[in-house]
């Protein structure tokens, strides 16, 4: 089960099973995908792509950015607060 707030820390680049841990990531609720390391900003569209998926469902919605460190993506992550509370969690992929 994943926590509120993830980040995705990628060893080089999009996991082969992102479209599998991004409905994992839906169904368990978290709210926040932080993705940094090799291509992140590439790899960040393709969470967004798909969580909107063909746009039919409005309740399928999470928070993304890309960073350029894992200190900055924690930081950025333990900023968010409101709806967006909760621990963060690293997944190395």
Excluded: C, W
């Amino acid at each position: 089960m994943y926590g509120p707030k993830i980040i995705l820390h990628l060893q080089s680049s999009a996991p082969a099973d992102l479209g599998r841990l991004v409905e994992a990531f839906l169904s368990d609720g978290v709210k926040f995908v932080g993705v940094v390391g090799a291509e992140a900003s590439r790899v960040e569209d393709l969470v967004d792509e798909l969580v909107v998926g063909d746009g039919s469902d409005p309740e399928r919605f999470i928070l993304t950015s890309s960073h350029e460190s894992l200190v900055e993506a924690v930081g950025f992550a333990n900023s968010l607060s409101g709806e967006y509370s909760g621990d963060v969690q690293v997944i190395e992929a």
